[in-house]
């Protein structure tokens, strides 16, 4: 394989590991559907890889949404246009194009998170997320109430550095 | 309390986790002590993050499908493909006689001799979005010069090759398997027997041989499968070491051409000793039909 093919490859995966994550997760919640979804996410990273002219101007994680967005849009519009199938599955909602901005934030925020060590994500699961005391996390994890406690305020600590590298200050 | 020990309780203070006693005790301390009044806000602020997500949002987040990286490489490494035939394309019309030939024989015998593949290695160059991809690769032209003579190299190869193969075997994949040692009084260029490494996918009940022997542009392969319903599209992809990848010519499975052949013939330019496996896949849905490793890699 040549240089050229090489490099092109290491782009796409660059591409991927970067932005597939949120992007999934964001075309999933459009769709509802996974299949759709990888369909979405593909063609949409395919974008990206054949036009790096059209993102250097811009944060590129909107562009990624936009493009996705509007894929979803025409794929709901094709639906609609085939009277036969409007009756199988319930209309998409799509986001106003003003929520766009909301949605990049919120799937940051979860890909922060996602990038937090097992142990903090773990902690902050149990505490925020299913609502578990402190004594209770400590059950369900298995370690120290005094563990669970400073493991929290270091999940935080580490969840505001994650933030703040998104672009996204506390 | 000292201020450690409230500090060390203030991420749980923030999220509400604390038992009521404990909250008690912080929030006195917290009256008197601007510094952990401070930090306190601040982790209060982080913590006004997480209800913009869900737990599930995280898990995707996490674990986004491979299968469309898969996809991704697959379909550049296709691109990039299909950019170098029509070079070659372009190169046998200066070339004529050269290129009209190569063409010709490596459409019509050789490797990819069945009925059912030539019509789709001749369309591709005619494909809609030829400009587009002539437009890419003319972009870089010193890359142009270089793809076209090796692949017009190759085809001159295969030419030669697969003359000798299209007059003497006709026959089924056991004949081919015999072929790069061959008997009698044929001695085509080839002498070196290759491998047959065979996968399977249980849950499915499908098999698969993939033949392999090496050649001058890389990895000449034959491929049989058993099991895979009739009509799919599907394409070979070869996986190299380090990740590296190339993706063959796609074949319908039990079109009519193949049912006297049986095997798939196709090609690729990695090397056989740097191939670490093959995966069967289907061509509309991208999902791997069966995975063919390579034993010791």
């Keep these: ?170 | 309390m000292t201020c450690e020990e409230v500090r060390i309780s203030l991420g749980a203070h923030a999220l509400g986790a604390l038992d009521p006693e404990e909250a008690l005790e912080i929030d006195h301390h917290l009256a008197t002590c601007e510094v952990c009044g401070t930090e306190l806000l601040e982790l209060e602020g982080v913590a006004s993050f997480l209800d913009k997500v869900s737990e599930r949002d995280v898990e995707l987040v996490a674990s986004p499908p491979r299968q469309v990286l898969d996809r991704l490489l697959d379909d550049r490494v296709k691109r990039t493909r299909r950019g170098r035939l029509l070079l070659v394309a372009a190169a046998s019309v200066v070339a004529l006689a050269l290129g009209g030939v190569a063409w010709t024989a490596l459409d019509d015998g050789g490797p990819r001799q069945t009925a059912a593949s030539a019509p789709e290695r001749a369309a591709s160059p005619a494909a809609p979005s030829a400009e587009s991809y002539a437009a890419r690769s003319s972009t870089s032209e010193s890359s142009t010069g270089e793809s076209s003579t090796s692949e017009s190299s190759t085809s001159e190869s295969s030419t030669g090759e697969s003359s000798d193969t299209a007059t003497e075997q006709p026959g089924t994949l056991a004949d081919r398997s015999a072929l790069p040692t061959p008997t009698g009084s044929q001695a085509p260029k080839k002498a070196v027997a290759g491998p047959e490494f065979r996968g399977e996918n249980e849950e499915a009940d499908y098999y698969a041989t993939v033949m392999a022997w090496p050649d001058a542009a890389g990895t000449e392969l034959a491929v049989q499968l058993h099991g895979v319903p009739t009509g799919t599209t599907c394409h070979l992809r070869v996986v190299g070491a380090g990740g590296r990848r190339d993706v063959t010519d796609s074949w319908v499975v039990g079109d009519a051409a193949y049912q006297k052949q049986n095997a798939f013939k196709t090609g690729t330019g990695l090397r056989l000793k740097d191939i670490v496996r093959f995966d069967v896949v289907n061509e509309r849905t991208g999902k791997v039909l069966v995975r063919v490793k390579v034993p010791g890699k």
């Design chain 1, 1 to 170: 394989m040549s240089a050229a093919g090489t490099a092109d490859e290491e782009l796409v995966r660059t591409l991927f590991d970067e932005h597939a994550g949120p992007l999934y997760g964001y075309v999933l919640r459009l769709t509802g559907d996974s299949g759709k979804a990888e369909d979405v996410v593909q063609e949409t990273l395919l974008r990206a890889w054949r036009h790096p002219d059209a993102l250097a101007d811009r944060p590129i994680r909107a562009w990624l949404f936009t493009v996705a967005r509007n894929l979803v849009v025409d794929q709901h519009r094709a639906r609609k246009a085939r009277p036969q199938e409007t009756g199988d599955e319930a209309l998409t909602i799509l986001p106003a194009e003003d929520e766009l901005e909301r949605a990049v934030e919120s799937w940051a925020v979860a890909e922060a998170l996602a990038a937090l060590r097992q142990e903090h994500r773990e902690v902050l699961m149990e505490v925020y997320y299913r609502g578990r005391s402190v004594k209770e996390a400590s059950a369900t994890l298995g370690i120290p109430p005094g563990t669970v406690k400073s493991r929290t305020y270091y999940a935080l600590r580490a969840l505001k550095l994650a933030l703040e590298e998104r672009g996204l200050a506390p």
